[in-house]
């Protein structure tokens, strides 16, 4: 089945620690995205890809940063410079540029101790 | 800018009562409305989409939602909740082209 595999589900880390989140797509989707959910704010992107070797900022991207080095995969790193990391990070993928609407993934709960 | 508003932080509802979730959203031109569900532990899916034509649209589950152009608005209706609806819906807008802005989300509990 064609889906957004994210890794690993739950994630620690120290802090001063820089950590990378995976996501992977076999949905043939040309866009993908990185969103951060908290409590009460919904889901904010931080980072978002239209194509291979092309990202753009999102609302929130200090202090993360990634790559998209093909269709598939589209890693999110999470830097010692993000002031408050702790999160559900989720994953996202669309034909279309998000207008038919996104996939996502399952989600990744990191938690700086 | 876009931006989207839910009604409601946290809603407590009986098995079988009615439900309506509100959504307001900013943005003068023309959108494509979406409302996504969370169930605990799962990931977001979709519920239900409006593009364009009648605006009563259906989704799955029993889920149907107005699009009210004239007050914009996207309210999220179900005439009977059951225990298993029990989960954190998020209202969302596009506009054709650019990414999604989604609202805070409004947390369901269905009380059995």
């Known amino acids: 089945d064609g889906g957004i595999t994210q890794s690993p589900k739950y994630l620690f880390r120290k802090e001063g620690q820089n950590v990378t989140l995976s996501c992977e797509q076999n949905?043939?989707?040309?866009?993908m995205y990185w969103y951060r959910q908290d409590p009460g704010q919904g889901l904010r992107l931080i980072y978002y890809?239209?194509?291979?070797?092309?990202?753009q900022k999102g609302d929130i991207a200090e202090g993360y940063s990634v790559s998209r080095e093909k269709k598939e995969s589209f890693p999110l790193t999470v830097t010692s410079a993000q002031k408050n990391p702790t999160a559900f990070y989720l994953c996202?993928?669309?034909?279309?540029?998000?207008?038919?609407?996104?996939?996502f993934g399952s989600g990744t709960r990191l938690t700086v101790v | 800018a876009q931006s989207v508003s839910q009604h409601n932080h946290h809603v407590i509802l009986s098995e079988a009562a009615s439900l309506e979730l509100g959504c307001n959203y900013s943005?003068?031109?023309?959108?494509?409305l979406f409302w996504y569900v969370q169930y605990p532990g799962q990931h977001l899916q979709l519920l239900l989409k409006?593009?364009?034509?009648?605006?009563l649209v259906k989704g799955i589950k029993g889920f149907e939602a107005e699009f009210i152009k004239s007050k914009f608005s996207f309210n999220l209706r179900k005439p009977s909740v059951q225990w298993s609806d029990t989960a954190e819906y998020f209202c969302?807008?596009?506009?054709?082209?650019?990414?999604?802005?989604f609202g805070p989300g409004t947390r369901l509990s269905v009380l059995p």
């Open positions: 943005y003068g031109g023309t959108v494509n």
């Open positions: 409006y593009f364009s034509g009648d605006p």
């Open positions: 949905l043939n989707h040309d866009a």
């Open positions: 890809s239209q194509i291979v070797n092309d990202f």
């Open positions: 969302a807008v596009n506009a054709w082209g650019q990414n999604f802005v």
């Open positions: 996202a993928s669309s034909a279309d540029r998000a207008n038919y609407g996104y996939t």
